[in-house]
């Protein structure tokens, strides 16, 4: 529906299996006319409508624990939590995000942001380019001087943009984050930011 009826024409080759399970959607592996391997980010069904009802839960959650701690104030906890939310699901917004973190890393090499697609995104659908890597785990009983390298990697993947331009990758699970052969870190998803 994000393509048009014909989407499967702007592809060589698209993966009906997703591949891997983000917050909000799943990703997909697909092939351009050019050869160029992308992953596409779909957002599932009616996320709004679901994201709306979470909130709802938590701000009932919320009171109820304020009730009973009136030390803390959860009402800018939850305006936080719902703005960040509510921004994860604009792929758009991502997607400028993406191009902030690729400009920010433009210049280094310990660290890779994929490239968009932006005549393949919308609002509910994010493409850009794949990136190979393994995960993090697969490196815990690597050698001292490897795990040594990829925390030494990780550490300025995430406070680079945070030390020198104040931006906060604000979903810093290891899912959002590949090792390359080279031990550098490839860096995912840009919807949780805040500046």
Not at 80 to 102: A, P, Q, V
Not at 136 to 150: G, W
């Amino acid at each position: 529906a994000e393509l048009g009826n014909n989407w499967q024409k702007k592809f060589n080759y698209f993966s009906k299996e997703a591949l891997k399970a983000a917050s909000l959607g799943q990703v997909h592996k697909a092939v351009l006319h050019n050869g160029n391997i992308v992953a596409c980010k779909l957002q599932y069904p009616d996320m709004a409508s679901v994201v709306k009802a979470d909130l709802s839960q938590l701000k009932l959650i919320f009171s109820i624990y304020q009730s009973y701690n009136k030390a803390i104030k959860t009402e800018e906890i939850y305006k936080e939590i719902r703005e960040r939310l509510t921004e994860e699901l604009d792929y758009n917004r991502e997607r400028k995000l993406t191009k902030i973190f690729e400009q920010i890393f433009s210049k280094v090499s310990y660290v890779h942001v994929p490239k968009t697609h932006e005549q393949l995104s919308t609002k509910k659908l994010l493409t850009m380019s794949w990136l190979e890597g393994k995960s993090i785990l697969e490196f815990r009983k690597a050698k001292k001087e490897i795990r040594n390298k990829i925390a030494k990697n990780m550490f300025y993947t995430w406070y680079l943009p945070f030390y020198k331009y104040g931006i906060i990758h604000g979903d810093p699970h290891l899912g959002n984050y590949t090792v390359k052969s080279d031990l550098s870190i490839n860096l995912f998803d840009f919807g949780c930011m805040r500046v």
